[in-house]
């Protein structure tokens, strides 16, 4: 069974741009969440998918993020305009129904914002 | 919002050596998990729990939830060069629920 995917795998963008962040979970998997580290610091939850509905995005830092859903499989969430502050290392996490604990993370995107 | 304590931040360990490492809570968490990360990879699950008190192996890993819900810790005996990583500790308010992390433990492993 594949894991959880996403992509780019690193992306290098100048201050002002628009970058989108693709998260394929594990098939299946009606429970969709991105985080994110940033240098040095803690992973930190930005927001919860159940299937396509947002069921918390009290992480999400401001306005300048979105996600979306649609149809309930993969997952995007688009930066615009990027500030410096946003580069991090963004995660995926996924997992099968609403009251399972375990959440299983993909490899993350390395986002550099010059 | 919530936070985890982790420590240490980093250990520097002879193969073989047993590592312990925790994470404290102010507040209760109903599920805490372990996760080890490597370089350029995403964090890998190793250990669950879901009960005040349990105490759960996996191989060489070892993890207890505290009786109070407010800690956890995980033992790795004899370790070995591939448990290089970084270890961080999750705490969960309710299963399914966001994950609030701990700030991570770097263990690196001299042969």
């Known amino acids: 069974e594949a894991g959880v995917t996403q992509f780019p795998s690193h992306s290098v963008i100048e201050k002002g741009q628009t970058v989108t962040l693709r998260c394929d979970p594990i098939?299946?998997?009606?429970?969709l969440y991105w985080y994110r580290r940033v240098m040095g610091k803690e992973i930190k939850f930005l927001l919860h998918f159940v299937k396509e509905s947002k069921q918390d995005e009290s992480g999400m830092p401001n306005n300048r993020f979105l996600a979306e859903r649609t149809g309930g499989t993969y997952s995007t969430l688009k930066v615009q305009p990027a500030e410096l502050e946003d580069s991090g290392v963004y995660f995926c996490a996924s997992s099968p129904y609403r009251d399972f604990g375990e959440q299983f993370f993909g490899p993350g995107t390395r986002l550099t914002v010059l | 919002g919530q936070q985890l304590n982790q420590s240490p931040q980093s250990m520097f360990i002879q193969e073989g050596e047993d590592v312990s490492m925790n994470c404290t809570s102010s507040s209760i968490f109903n599920t805490w998990l372990w996760y080890k990360q490597d370089p350029g990879e995403g964090p890998v699950l190793l250990i669950a729990l879901y009960k005040a008190g349990e105490l759960t192996s996996n191989g060489r890993l070892t993890a207890q939830f505290g009786i109070t819900r407010k800690d956890s810790f995980l033992n790795i005996s004899a370790s070995i060069p591939s448990d290089v990583g970084i270890y961080f500790c999750a705490g969960q308010l309710r299963a399914g629920n966001m994950l609030t992390f701990g700030g991570g433990t770097r263990l690196m492993v001299k042969p």
């Open positions: 098939s299946g998997h009606d429970n």
